[in-house]
């Protein structure tokens, strides 16, 4: 990376290590040269930072109401510093956190800072399936309540009444920018979020049926201080700094080759990475369960990882996916908390073990599971590359030995997706 500072146009807020990988993603696809954190960079770090764009990740998804919102201010004070023009607070886009509401309450708390009256919410992610129409999220054609991803097991997600979980969510008023005044454009955007604002509206929700929806809603909301959503609706935001003539032109997408060992960790049990990890089984290609029970039972399963690993002559799949109904069973013994540490932590130590032995290329599934892994390998700057799957680019660490990763939402990514990505982190595709 660059030594030579330059003053970053957006600065930004996720609630986890794959969600900001995949806002990142989207504002490199825009032409912003984009660094993404893990955590609030050091000053040391931010001496060196030269970017359009800086992405937090914080992990504040799941945490403590009080806690995700004294991190994600903590995080505004340091983008701020940085002079960031715009702020914008990432969430998934099944718009899930906790049942006490995370993403309701630090949208209200980053507002509040940013001393304005009004913001925007709308997780949609069209080009993953993600649409909302009336203010009811959908995922393909089914109701996120309908759509099997509402038994998540960390944050369940049963209502898909966005306006109404928001509103539980917050002490301000939340309404909805529905799509026919989104479909009149940029203009009349602007004026019902005016009429919006003048009958006292904090938050509102809005509807986004596909990508053009969201560059509306992007060239609309420009001079806003706060935009909150998910990666999807950073699409147009790139297009207002470039209109403002603040954005450099440059390849943003261009990452150095990084020789070595690679493979491929798992920790997701979402449907799309379970996919993955039978696409890989089904091609006979070497891979390794990792058993929480074993793991709880103090069986030495890392090690035995690890010389799987280096006994197999090729690359490998290491993970602990399983099906909703085998991790249910595993949390009805362990409990929801131990079940998931018991897991990220291991990955994380054959993350680091594998390290050690060489390995330099990661490809890891799951929002938790990369954030156990990035902090295992002590990776705590990443420069964003070229998009392998929506939402997910390869990226390079800073790191003294520079790693590629590629860091996965657990229901992101085509069947093919650790070859692609195994493919695109050797230099194959760019």
């Known amino acids: 990376m660059s030594t030579?500072?330059?003053?970053?146009?957006?600065?930004?807020?996720?609630?986890?290590?794959?969600?900001?990988?995949?806002?990142?993603?989207?504002?490199?696809?825009?032409?912003?040269?984009?660094?993404?954190?893990?955590?609030?960079?050091?000053?040391?770090?931010?001496?060196?930072?030269?970017?359009?764009?800086?992405?937090?990740?914080?992990?504040?998804?799941?945490?403590?109401?009080?806690?995700?919102?004294?991190?994600?201010?903590?995080?505004?004070?340091w983008?701020?510093?940085?002079?960031?023009?715009?702020?914008?607070?990432?969430?998934?886009?099944?718009?899930?956190?906790?049942?006490?509401?995370?993403?309701?309450?630090?949208?209200?708390?980053?507002?509040?800072?940013?001393?304005?009256?009004?913001?925007?919410?709308?997780?949609?992610?069209?080009?993953?399936?993600?649409?909302?129409?009336?203010?009811?999220?959908?995922?393909?054609?089914?109701?996120?309540?309908?759509?099997?991803?509402?038994?998540?097991?960390?944050?369940?997600?049963?209502?898909?009444?966005?306006?109404?979980?928001?509103?539980s969510q917050t002490q301000l008023k939340v309404g909805l920018l529905r799509y026919d005044s989104i479909a009149k454009g940029v203009e009349a955007v602007r004026g019902r979020i005016a009429q919006l604002r003048a009958e006292g509206v904090g938050m509102a929700v809005a509807d986004a049926l596909s990508d053009a929806d969201l560059y509306t809603l992007g060239a609309a909301c420009a001079d806003l201080p706060l935009l909150t959503g998910g990666s999807g609706l950073a699409l147009g935001l790139p297009e207002n700094f470039r209109r403002a003539g603040k954005l450099r032109d440059s390849d943003a997408a261009k990452l150095p080759t990084i020789n070595g060992g690679e493979v491929v960790l798992a920790g997701s049990a979402s449907v799309a990475t379970n996919g993955q990890v039978a696409t890989w089984l089904e091609a006979a290609r070497p891979a390794l369960r990792i058993d929480p029970l074993a793991l709880a039972a103090g069986k030495p399963v890392v090690e035995q990882a690890l010389a799987f690993a280096r006994d197999a002559g090729q690359t490998v799949l290491i993970y602990a996916t399983s099906s909703p109904d085998e991790v249910k069973a595993v949390q009805r013994e362990l409990g929801v908390e131990r079940a998931?540490?018991?897991?990220?932590?291991?990955?994380?130590?054959?993350?680091?073990?594998?390290?050690?032995?060489?390995?330099?290329?990661?490809?890891?599934?799951?929002?938790?599971?990369?954030?156990?892994?990035?902090?295992?390998?002590?990776?705590?700057?990443?420069?964003?590359?070229?998009?392998i799957d929506?939402?997910?680019?390869?990226?390079?660490?800073?790191?003294?030995?520079?790693?590629?990763?590629?860091?996965?939402?657990?229901?992101?990514?085509?069947?093919?997706?650790?070859?692609?990505?195994?493919?695109?982190?050797?230099?194959g595709a760019q």
Request: aromatic residues 6%; glycine residues 10%; proline residues 4%.
């Open 4 to 77: 030579t500072a330059h003053r970053p146009l957006l600065g930004c807020i996720a609630d986890d290590f794959t969600g900001a990988t995949d806002l990142a993603n989207m504002l490199v696809r825009g032409g912003m040269r984009t660094v993404q954190s893990i955590g609030i960079p050091s000053a040391e770090m931010a001496a060196g930072l030269d970017a359009d764009a800086i992405v937090i990740a914080l992990k504040s998804r799941t945490t403590p109401v009080a806690e995700a919102v004294e991190e994600s201010l903590a995080a505004l004070a």
């Open 79 to 167: 983008l701020k510093d940085r002079g960031c023009e715009q702020v914008f607070f990432k969430y998934c886009s099944t718009f899930d956190s906790t049942a006490a509401g995370n993403i309701g309450q630090v949208s209200e708390a980053l507002l509040e800072k940013l001393g304005s009256d009004f913001t925007l919410a709308c997780p949609a992610f069209p080009e993953n399936g993600r649409t909302i129409f009336r203010g009811h999220l959908f995922v393909q054609d089914q109701l996120l309540s309908e759509s099997g991803m509402q038994h998540h097991p960390l944050t369940p997600m049963t209502d898909a009444n966005l306006v109404r979980v928001l509103q």
């Open 340 to 387: 998931g540490a018991l897991v990220e932590q291991a990955l994380g130590e054959i993350a680091k073990g594998l390290l050690a032995a060489g390995v330099r290329r990661f490809v890891v599934a799951g929002g938790e599971t990369s954030g156990a892994v990035v902090q295992a390998l002590g990776v705590q700057l990443l420069q964003i590359g070229a998009q």
């Open 390 to 427: 929506p939402g997910v680019p390869a990226t390079v660490s800073n790191s003294a030995q520079p790693l590629a990763l590629a860091l996965k939402s657990g229901n992101f990514g085509g069947p093919d997706f650790f070859a692609k990505a195994l493919k695109q982190l050797a230099g």
